[in-house]
Nanobody, 113 residues
Framework: QVRLVESGGGSVQPGGSLRLSCAAS????????MAWYRQAPGKQRELVAR???????NYADSVKGRFTISRDNAKNTVYLQMNSLKPEDTAVYYC???????WGQGIQVTVSS
């Protein structure tokens, strides 16, 4: 069983930055491909970014060039650095071991002027 706790969300103006963290317990995240998802009100959950075990990353087109996913296996934590935030980035963000049904409570990110 993997327990995931997301943190670092909040409210920010357009153009601002936030750094999300996903801390895990119960298992080492180093063995998983890790992903960040988001779900906006009234919309389906969408994949934002993934990081493979060797460090390769990929991103949704909507966040490419603005968001950076990273991992610190020593801290058993995955991060999502979000820059140049836009109102359409407003959502609840979740981290997830790819292909596994382990989810945290999510963290709200609100981008508004």
């Amino acid at each position: 069983q993997v327990r995931l706790v997301e943190s670092g969300g909040g409210s920010v103006q357009p153009g601002g930055s936030l750094r999300l963290s996903c801390a895990a317990s119960g298992s080492s995240l180093s063995i998983y491909i890790m992903a960040w998802y988001r779900q906006a009100p009234g919309k389906q959950r969408e994949l934002v970014a993934r990081i493979f075990t060797e460090g390769t990353t990929n991103y949704a087109d909507s966040v490419k060039g603005r968001f950076t996913i990273s991992r610190d296996n020593a801290k058993n934590t995955v991060y999502l650095q979000m820059n140049s935030l836009k109102p359409e980035d407003t959502a609840v963000y979740y981290c997830n071991p790819w292909g596994r049904n382990y989810w945290g409570q999510g963290i709200q990110v609100t981008v508004s002027s």
